[in-house]
């Protein structure tokens, strides 16, 4: 059984996502007492994964979506993996501001979806 394109893309663009949360803002809570260059030096080794995932992602689903359809996808995806990571693992409260974020990104899907 072929799994759908759009679930390849989707699932590996949400593994790339989660490892590029971490990349971008987990040395915040860990590594906050050490100088900037190691915590960037652990965010790459990071990212490396985000980027082994991201481009086949990529790759795959532009068999099937526009550009603009995969970087939109990637955005409601970016949203979905960052406000539990920041509420969960960096302790930040929930916002209102999510859900209205939430609602823009609800549109922005439709407008580029709707062709």
């Known amino acids: 059984m072929q799994i759908p394109i759009w679930l ?4 590996l663009l949400s593994l790339s ?5 971490i990349a ?12 900037w260059w190691i915590a960037a030096l652990i965010s ?8 082994l995932l991201q481009v086949p992602a990529n790759r795959i689903g532009f068999q099937q ?3 603009a ?7 409601v995806i970016t949203l979905t993996v960052f406000v539990p990571f920041a509420m969960l693992y960096m302790d930040q409260s929930f916002k209102l501001d999510y859900i209205w974020a939430a609602l ?5 899907v439709y407008f580029i979806f709707r062709s």
């Open 104 to 108: 823009c990104m609800t549109g922005a």
């Open 8 to 11: 390849q893309t989707a699932g």
């Open 24 to 35: 971008w803002y987990g040395h915040l809570k860990n590594l906050s007492d050490k100088p």
């Open 44 to 51: 790459w080794g990071i990212a490396l994964f985000e980027y």
């Open 65 to 67: 979506f526009s550009l």
């Open 69 to 75: 359809q995969l970087k939109i996808m990637q955005e």
């Open 17 to 21: 996502n989660i490892f590029m949360t």
